[in-house]
């Protein structure tokens, strides 16, 4: 079975300031999406970035970018220039590529980024 | 003009009570999906339909029965209500099951049984 961790329960960051969110995986296929979901106090849950396996080149949406290492199993999200909107719980997320059962998201524990001033 | 939207948002009942959560999606999506959030924002997922059709059915209790009247809907009922069934409640929709199909989530439904 696939596993999902996430070994920060909580970081923090300052306005304007980068910070790295850790994830790593578990699965025997070689095929699969990996994603972080950002979930405000709001509830609402946000897909923030996504990676397709077999891509080599890491995914990077503005300021979010992810450090996608297959061979180790490692999905890092970094957000760069830190804003307060981004203070939230982020949860990483793996899906196997096939159809079907395989279509569920398998969510790590989850992150919650606090962001000072 | 909400994609995925759930009812009610909050809801709050006894113990052995049943009570229904309700699901729709106006995206055209073909599969949808329930997850179940605890107290420490854990998400798994407990239910998938695509077509209609139960793909996914996760160790679940078989107190927690999931409806899909048709393709947009996607109902969750809950019989003999227990405290341990106490969690955030989410229903999700993808368009297909396969490929890089971004899954869409409702704001939640917050269960509280006492």
């Known amino acids: 079975a696939q596993t999902v961790t996430q070994s920060q329960p909580e970081m923090s960051v300052q306005e304007a300031e980068t910070v790295t969110l850790s994830c790593t995986y578990d699965?025997?296929?070689?095929?699969?999406?990996l994603f972080w979901y950002k979930q405000p106090p709001s509830r609402q849950m946000i897909l923030v970035i996504r990676q397709e396996a077999y891509k080599q080149q890491n995914a990077t949406e503005n300021r979010f970018s992810v450090n996608f290492q297959k061979a180790a199993k490692s999905f890092s999200l970094k957000i760069s220039d830190s804003q307060l909107g981004d203070a939230a719980m982020y949860f990483c997320?793996?899906?196997?590529?096939?159809?079907?059962?395989?279509?569920?998201?398998?969510f790590g524990t989850g992150t919650r980024l606090q962001v000072t001033l | 003009d909400t994609a995925v939207s759930q009812t009610p948002k909050y809801l709050v009942t006894q113990m052995g009570n049943d009570k229904s959560i309700k699901c729709e999606q106006n995206l055209g999506h073909d599969t949808m999906y329930w997850y179940k959030q605890d107290s420490k924002k854990f998400l798994k997922i407990m239910f998938s339909?695509?077509?209609?059709?139960?793909?996914i059915n996760e160790t679940v209790p078989n107190r927690f029965s999931p409806k899909s009247p048709d393709k947009a809907h996607l109902n969750l009922h809950i019989n003999s209500l227990e405290l341990g069934d106490s969690a955030v409640y989410f229903c999700?929709?993808?368009?297909?099951?396969?490929?890089?199909?971004?899954?869409?989530f409702g704001p939640g439904t917050r269960l509280t049984v006492t």
């Open positions: 997320a793996y899906r196997a590529a096939y159809t079907g059962t395989a279509s569920k998201l398998t």
């Open positions: 999700a929709s993808s368009q297909g099951t396969g490929e890089l199909n971004e899954q869409y």
């Open positions: 339909y695509n077509n209609k059709e139960l793909i």
């Open positions: 699965t025997s296929e070689s095929d699969y999406y």
